[in-house]
Nanobody, 123 residues
Framework: VQLQASGGGLVQAGDSLRLSCEAS????????LGWLRQAPGKEREFVAA????????HYSDSVKGRFTISRDDGKNTLYLQMNSLKSEDTAIYYC?????????????????WGQGTLVTVSS
């Protein structure tokens, strides 16, 4: 499966953005999925994960209560709704397939990383 993230841009602190991740080559319904990000000068980190059924969702502590991950398998698309954005959310955001829900926080658990989309939040 090939993934392509989109929807990033330059926003001000407190604004909202919705990222999309479109899949090609295979149905997204076959996968658990995740969003990850890499801020300037920092390592990649886990942001959010969703199970194949969509019934189990996990967030990092830094985005919990502000970000919402969702999936629309009919459209073969994964989403990340980001509200109340902060300057520390500035990063390149990636979507990826998740090998195991149990290891959702481990970056080694993710495959098929799509090309990321840049989110810049000005304070």
């Amino acid at each position: 499966v090939q993934l392509q993230a989109s929807g990033g841009g330059l926003v001000q602190a407190g604004d909202s953005l919705r990222l999309s991740c479109e899949a090609s080559g295979r149905a997204l319904a076959a996968y658990g999925l995740g969003w990850l990000r890499q801020a300037p000068g920092k390592e990649r980190e886990f942001v959010a994960a969703i199970s194949r059924s969509g019934s189990i969702i996990h967030y990092s502590d830094s985005v919990k209560g502000r970000f919402t991950i969702s999936r629309d398998d009919g459209k073969n698309t994964l989403y990340l709704q980001m509200n109340s954005l902060k300057s520390e959310d500035t990063a390149i955001y990636y979507c990826a397939t998740m090998m195991s829900l149990r290891d959702y926080q481990s970056l080694d658990n993710y495959r098929s990383w799509g090309q990321g989309t840049l989110v810049t939040v000005s304070s």
